[in-house]
């Protein structure tokens, strides 16, 4: 069983300590923390997850501390975490093969098995198991491979641990953002996402 955790819609108030979602009773084998933004001249990835860590444009963290101890506390619980990149909202976009590159760099850096001490690294020590792509937007989608093909490049350096790229495309055919990006990207999993074929739906019979 694989859930996103993060960001709730309506400010909806959820648990901020995302170990308690990781018992071995809850059943859950993969956790997905949603969502951080990117790109448009930034590489440094930003956004909010939970109801505390925050990563600024300019690179620094702000309370991230507890959400790190929270990962480790869920990977000793045999639970697989991730970090998402994108959402349905937001205003992240590649804009060249550099920048996917060095935005693939900087994530590896940051949350990666690196050795690497000139990035800053927001949850501390602790590693995600690697890295899962919500693209819901067309901007740049032709770059998506470089940044993929970035952090692949780092998980063949290292042979301890295990990593892991995801997606999360929609179930229109042709899928309006992400086709392409899955076309030419190796993804271990995709969650499709079924409930937007009820979306439109109702909005065909609403119009």
């Known amino acids: 069983n694989a859930i996103y955790w993060g960001q709730n819609g309506g400010n909806a108030f959820q648990d901020n300590d995302v170990s308690t979602y990781c018992v071995p009773e809850a059943g859950i084998d993969l956790l997905v923390l949603a969502f951080y933004e990117y790109g448009n001249g930034n590489m440094f990835p930003s956004g909010t997850i939970g109801q505390s860590c925050s990563l600024l444009p300019s690179g620094d963290s702000f309370q991230c501390e507890d959400l790190g101890a929270a990962i480790k506390k869920c990977q000793m619980n045999g639970v697989t975490v991730l970090l998402s990149l994108g959402g349905a909202t937001g205003a992240?976009?590649?804009?060249?093969?550099?920048?996917?590159?060095?935005?693939?760099?900087?994530?590896?850096?940051?949350y990666g098995h690196t050795k690497s001490d000139v990035v800053h690294r927001p949850s501390g020590t602790t590693l995600v198991n690697g890295w899962d792509f919500d693209i819901e937007t067309s901007g740049g989608i032709e770059c998506?491979?470089?940044?993929?093909?970035?952090?692949?490049?780092?998980?063949?350096?290292?042979?301890?641990?295990?990593?892991?790229?995801?997606?999360?495309?929609?179930?229109?055919?042709?899928?309006?953002?992400?086709?392409?990006?899955?076309?030419?990207?190796?993804?271990?999993y995709l969650w499709v996402q079924l409930y937007t074929i009820l979306a439109v739906q109702l909005l065909v019979t609403l119009s």
């Open 144 to 188: 998506y491979q470089y940044l993929i093909n970035n952090l692949q490049s780092n998980f063949n350096s290292v042979h301890s641990n295990r990593y892991y790229i995801t997606g999360a495309p929609q179930s229109l055919i042709p899928e309006p953002n992400m086709q392409q990006i899955i076309a030419n990207s190796q993804f271990e």
């Open 92 to 110: 992240y976009y590649l804009s060249s093969q550099q920048e996917a590159e060095m935005i693939g760099q900087h994530l590896w850096d940051a």
